[in-house]
């Protein structure tokens, strides 16, 4: 059985590049890697319609904070699975985002750290116990910067015409939380060890020797 490792983050840390980065480290070791992104827009129907709250499309659901995350939360239950066929079939299974972005963003969404909600142990009772999702083996925190996470964000959105900002990535104090509320649930080892990744102010990134075992 494979090592299931999550990449978690701001909207614009740097996730995905972080991620293609790791998985051909890892393939030029001789392990086989597989991987996978959250939320699977246009795979997925939960998905889907999720994206379709965030941006407003589906009246006063997306005011609501659980009605989105068990949206997300079905997609993880829709990928399972997939998730245990590539985690039987390969040495690592890389994920660009997991139940700990639902943990956090709905948490950011009730007041973040301030507010002792139990959101966090909400979504583990959903996603884990009650949906069956496995566990990471170890998740990643790629702790960009709030102000260079936010540039990419606005970056990639004026580059693409299918990628305006969602409601989620085009609050400040929305992002704020959430990354104050990684940086807690890390601390707590949220669903597995934790690994914190800060950029140094050049960009790069060191990558601790034995990350994957």
């Known amino acids: 059985m494979g090592q299931l490792i999550v990449i978690e983050g701001l909207d614009g840390s740097g996730k995905r590049t972080l991620t293609e980065s790791l998985a051909a480290q890892w393939r030029a070791a001789?392990?086989?890697?597989?991987?996978?992104?959250?939320?699977?827009y246009?795979?997925?129907?939960?998905?889907?319609?999720?994206?379709?709250?965030?941006?407003?499309?589906?009246?006063?659901l997306s005011e609501s904070v659980y009605g989105p995350a068990l949206l997300f939360a079905l997609d993880r239950r829709a990928?399972?699975?997939?998730?245990?066929?590539?985690?039987?079939?390969?040495?690592i299974?890389?994920?660009?985002?997991?139940?700990t972005s639902n943990a956090a963003y709905g948490s950011a969404r009730l007041g973040g750290p301030a507010a002792d909600t139990g959101f966090a142990?909400?979504?583990?009772?959903l996603e884990v116990d009650r949906f069956?999702?496995?566990?990471?083996?170890?998740q990643i925190l790629l702790a960009t910067p709030l102000e260079v996470a936010a540039e990419r964000a606005r970056d990639r959105a004026a580059s693409s015409a299918d990628r305006a900002?969602?409601?989620?990535?085009?609050?400040a104090g929305l992002q704020q939380r959430t990354g104050a509320m990684y940086q807690l649930l890390a601390a707590q080892?949220?669903?597995?060890?934790?690994?914190?990744?800060?950029?140094?102010?050049?960009?790069?990134?060191?990558?601790?020797?034995?990350?994957?075992?």
Do not use: C, K
């Open 79 to 91: 990928a399972a699975p997939a998730i245990r066929d590539m985690l039987s079939s390969n040495d």
């Open 132 to 138: 069956g999702v496995p566990l990471p083996d170890r």
């Open 165 to 171: 900002l969602d409601s989620f990535e085009s609050d």
């Open 121 to 125: 142990q909400w979504v583990r009772e």
């Open 189 to 213: 080892d949220y669903l597995s060890p934790w690994t914190v990744l800060t950029p140094a102010p050049d960009g790069a990134l060191r990558i601790p020797a034995g990350l994957a075992g």
């Open 30 to 40: 001789g392990r086989t890697v597989a991987t996978m992104a959250f939320p699977r």
């Open 42 to 60: 246009g795979i997925d129907v939960h998905a889907d319609l999720v994206q379709d709250a965030l941006y407003g499309r589906l009246g006063d």
């Open 93 to 99: 299974l890389l994920l660009d985002r997991y139940v």
